[in-house]
């Protein structure tokens, strides 16, 4: 299975270490953080090392099932511009999370990750679902996921979010697939 996935503008593929600054630069600010589950705020060089060495053991533990699919959105011009994962819920289901550093935002590029990284799950993992949330003070994530085709379920929840040290009410939307 191919973890590179390459569209009009992008390539997302697995994070390369030699990307770890430039991944602190844009991680470290605190609009991504509060609009996200599980990034910490300030973001330090010891959360990245280890989120890395993390990310390195569940890649080297080849017997355990891959939960984690993660994707670098990489810009053909300007290089790392975001991250994209795909995390199993349960054994057909996977949750969407994604964000893209602040100066480039509404460029299309959320977007154009998130339809390009639901095609490849559907192809390589035979996704049956993919869920989403997005918290209620966040209307650019509510229309990624309506411009790449998820639904509304009509749930709405409560999540913490790390970066907020705080919880928020998060809308639930689905993806059933494009055939
Ligand atoms: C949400 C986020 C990923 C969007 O990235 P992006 O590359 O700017 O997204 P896109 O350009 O593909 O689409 C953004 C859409 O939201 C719209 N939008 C932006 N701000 C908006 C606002 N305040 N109200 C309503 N719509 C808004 C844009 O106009 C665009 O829609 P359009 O194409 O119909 O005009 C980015 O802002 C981000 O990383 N935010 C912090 C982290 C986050 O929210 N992650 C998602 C968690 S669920």
Not at 57 to 70: H, I, P, W
Not at 72 to 99: C, H, P, Q
Not at 112 to 122: H, I, P, R, S, Y
Not at 143 to 158: A, Y
């Amino acid at each position: 299975m191919s973890l590179q996935i390459e569209t009009s503008r992008l390539f997302l593929a697995p994070f390369d270490p030699a990307d770890i600054n430039r991944f602190i630069d844009l991680a470290n600010d605190r609009q991504i953080a509060k609009m996200v589950m599980s990034l910490p705020h300030p973001y330090t060089n010891k959360h990245a090392q280890n989120w890395l060495a993390k990310q390195k053991s569940d890649n080297d533990n080849a017997n355990k099932r891959k939960d984690l699919y993660l994707f670098a959105i990489k810009d053909n011009d300007i290089g790392l511009i975001g991250m994209i994962t795909l995390n199993r819920v349960n054994s057909g289901i996977f949750e969407l999370g994604y964000w893209i550093g602040r100066d480039f935002w509404g460029k299309g590029f959320a977007s154009e990750a998130a339809k390009a990284v639901l095609q490849w799950a559907e192809s390589q993992l035979r996704v049956k679902a993919v869920s989403a949330g997005y918290f209620d003070d966040n209307p650019a994530s509510a229309r990624v996921l309506e411009k790449s085709g998820f639904l509304r379920t009509g749930v709405k929840t409560t999540k913490y979010s790390v970066g907020r040290k705080n919880t928020a009410k998060s809308i639930e939307m689905i993806w059933l697939g494009e055939t």
